[in-house]
């Protein structure tokens, strides 16, 4: 039997499914707790639990999934009608053993992911251009929103992963060789899932570096601009404070020529610094 149950109709559905009391009582408190390891196997019956993440819909919440598997039921719970419907959705033919109804299940789930992996990875490189060359001020919330993403969907197929091992022990022999060999497949597909999320991972953080070297570098720029201006007037500070001092004794003071001589020599300085600082390439 294969169904898709709402978390709080657990006590009118419990009665229907082809186990003994214990795994009754096992499944009733999982339910009614919803903390549940992502894979869990008893003698009868398999448990799955994760957090779904939904990325054909704009919500960015997930949404727990209970999955029981046996050799005769097959039962999925969630939390609200919609997604009771889009998991009824995942399902193939009623005809199948609960085993490949799984298998289907979890081919369902993960039909567009690749897909969508790719198009965002397109999103994230667009943005990378767009920001570099223009300086864009929400660029770095842009970066943020993107591993935000990404930490969720690494979450989500982590605990696919888990599931996938765990179904793949077969600790209870629930599943045949060739349903292994099925179910493997489906692991690999979760793993470049999982591979691709983590190399955009790698790759927002490069952007991330990237954007702020460049920061750093104009900062520097900048610096370095301010450091030639204080430089170029630091002589002409010194001599003004020399001569500020207003002695009696100092014959420039007195001079007619003290002025022009004062002024003659001050850019004379300033223009021997500049000539050195673009010999030097400083600027």
Same mark, same amino acid.
């Given at each position: 039997m294969q169904r898709v149950f709402?978390?709080?109709?657990?006590?009118? /559905?419990? $009665?229907?499914? =082809? %186990? $003994?009391?214990?795994?009754? &009582? %096992?499944? &009733? @408190? =999982?339910?009614?707790? *919803?903390?549940?390891?992502?894979?869990? #196997?008893?003698?009868?019956? $398999?448990?799955?639990?994760?957090? #779904?993440?939904? %990325?054909?819909?704009?919500?960015?919440?997930? @949404? *727990? %999934?209970?999955?029981?598997?046996?050799? &005769?039921?097959?039962?999925?719970?969630? @939390?609200? +009608?919609?997604?009771?419907?889009?998991?009824?959705?995942?399902?193939? !033919?009623?005809? &199948?053993?609960?085993?490949?109804?799984? =298998?289907?299940?979890?081919?369902?789930?993960? +039909?567009?992911?690749?897909?969508?992996?790719?198009?965002?990875?397109?999103?994230?490189?667009?943005? /990378? $251009?767009?920001?570099?060359? !223009? =300086? !864009?001020q929400d660029y770095m919330l842009k970066i943020q929103e993107y591993r935000k993403e990404l930490l969720r969907l690494k979450r989500y197929y982590t605990q696919l992963q888990v599931i996938c091992d765990g179904l793949l022990d077969n600790a209870n022999n629930l599943i045949c060789e060739d349903g292994l060999i099925h179910f493997n497949i489906v692991h690999n597909r979760i793993d470049r899932c999982h591979a691709a999320v983590l190399n955009l991972q790698d790759y927002v953080m490069q952007m991330r570096e990237t954007y702020q070297s460049q920061i750093d570098i104009e900062q520097n720029e900048l610096m370095k601009v301010f450091t030639l201006i204080t430089t170029l007037f630091l002589p002409l500070s010194l001599m003004v404070g020399w001569y500020g001092m207003n002695f009696h004794n100092m014959p420039e003071l007195s001079s007619p020529w003290g002025y022009p001589v004062f002024i003659i020599i001050s850019i004379g300085i300033s223009l021997g610094l500049i000539l050195y600082f673009k010999k030097k390439k400083w600027f």
């Open positions: 709402l978390f709080q109709n657990e006590d009118n /559905e419990l $009665d229907g499914i =082809h %186990i $003994d009391n214990v795994g009754k &009582k %096992i499944l &009733k @408190e =999982h339910l009614l707790t *919803r903390r549940t390891a992502s894979f869990e #196997w008893y003698p009868d019956f $398999d448990l799955c639990s994760f957090n #779904w993440y939904d %990325i054909n819909s704009p919500e960015t919440d997930t @949404e *727990r %999934i209970l999955i029981y598997f046996s050799r &005769k039921d097959l039962l999925v719970y969630c @939390e609200n +009608a919609d997604t009771q419907v889009r998991m009824t959705n995942f399902f193939g !033919s009623e005809n &199948k053993n609960t085993e490949r109804q799984l =298998h289907d299940f979890l081919v369902g789930l993960l +039909a567009c992911d690749m897909d969508y992996i790719d198009n965002y990875e397109d999103l994230i490189t667009d943005t /990378e $251009d767009i920001g570099i060359s !223009s =300086h !864009s």
